[in-house]
């Protein structure tokens, strides 16, 4: 059953439904996607480790299910600022097995998202990305980054050497602090506000945000 999440955006009132992924540990090749078609990624609540004993247990004995009390710190935090404010976010399970919460236990990637309909921006370095919301609305950063992802956005004219780095990011969390609560916010795709995370790669801003109805705005005296 869908249990629905009510969001604040134009036209002020959104019912979204969360969704689910879970990926088993122990395949190399295994990929935990979370993807939207036309809105962006919202993560509510993510698990690496085991909650109960039916979750990734087949073929595996007993012994590996018992601990259902397992879970990594960290977890969402990494999961957001990964995905937060993106249509598509892949990552491998692997990447937190570093860190084992409970040897012996088999573990899986669980993330609870909703497809939030957001405004998404691209703005290409050395331009601005314009952030606006109507009267009475206010902005809320919902995530983004700064680098590159793939070969195709932001490479018009640009040669091959600037754009083969697709695993360049950098968090943004400044924009959230300098726009948030805001009716209108400009920001500069550039290395003097986000510092250079890959030297010679032609970088964008990536970023993802809702326009949020105004508590003040909405108070009516009588």
């Known amino acids: 059953m869908c249990c629905f999440h009510v969001y604040l955006v134009r036209p002020c009132l959104v019912f979204v439904c969360p969704e689910k992924v879970t990926t088993c540990d122990g395949n190399e090749a295994s990929v935990h996607r979370l993807s939207c078609d036309v809105t962006v990624i919202s993560v509510e609540s993510t698990l690496y480790g085991r909650s109960d004993s039916e979750t990734c247990s087949t073929g595996r004995p007993a012994e590996q299910l018992s601990n259902t ?3 990594l710190q960290g977890t969402l935090e990494i999961l957001k600022s990964r995905c937060n404010g993106k249509r598509v976010c892949e990552l491998n399970a692997n990447v937190f097995q570093s860190s084992d919460p409970c040897p012996g236990t088999h573990k899986y990637l669980e993330t609870t998202f909703t497809c939030l309909p957001a405004f998404h921006i691209i703005a290409c370095e050395h331009s601005a990305a314009h952030l606006d919301c109507d009267v009475g ?86």
Request: with cysteine; proline share 4%.
């Open 137 to 222: 609305q206010v902005i809320t950063i919902h995530g983004g980054d700064y680098g590159r992802h793939d070969q195709t956005t932001c490479s018009y004219k640009r040669p091959a050497s600037q754009l083969e780095n697709v695993y360049c990011s950098r968090p943004t969390n400044n924009i959230t602090e300098s726009c948030n609560g805001q009716k209108s916010c400009t920001i500069y795709a550039s290395n003097s506000v986000f510092g250079d995370p890959c030297v010679g790669t032609y970088k964008y801003l990536e970023l993802a945000y809702t326009c949020e109805c105004n508590d003040e705005h909405l108070y009516m005296p009588t």
């Open 69 to 71: 009390e397992c879970s």
